[in-house]
């Protein structure tokens, strides 16, 4: 419930953009799904420290030199093999 309260700000902010500025902006999106879909999603799953972290790093490597393609937010947190 806390982490729905905290993280509710800045998915709203991303809906912001999604709704009154990316439709006036040419689609430039090297990813799949959106930067900002992404965003959301890593928000409500992993919440506002660690999925904050996860989008602020895909919008940074969404740039000519960066990546592109399908990249879905990991589905889990822990990337180490037992």
Known sequence: MIS???IF???LL????QAAISP???AACRYEPTCSTYMIEALKR???FYGGYLGLKRIV???PWGGSGYDPV???HCNHKH
């Open 24 to 26: 006036f902006t040419p």
């Open 46 to 48: 992993y919440g506002l």
């Open 74 to 76: 990991p589905e889990n």
């Open 9 to 11: 700000p800045f998915v």
């Open 14 to 17: 991303v809906r912001f953009y």
């Open 4 to 6: 729905k309260i905290l």
């Open 61 to 63: 490597s969404c740039n």
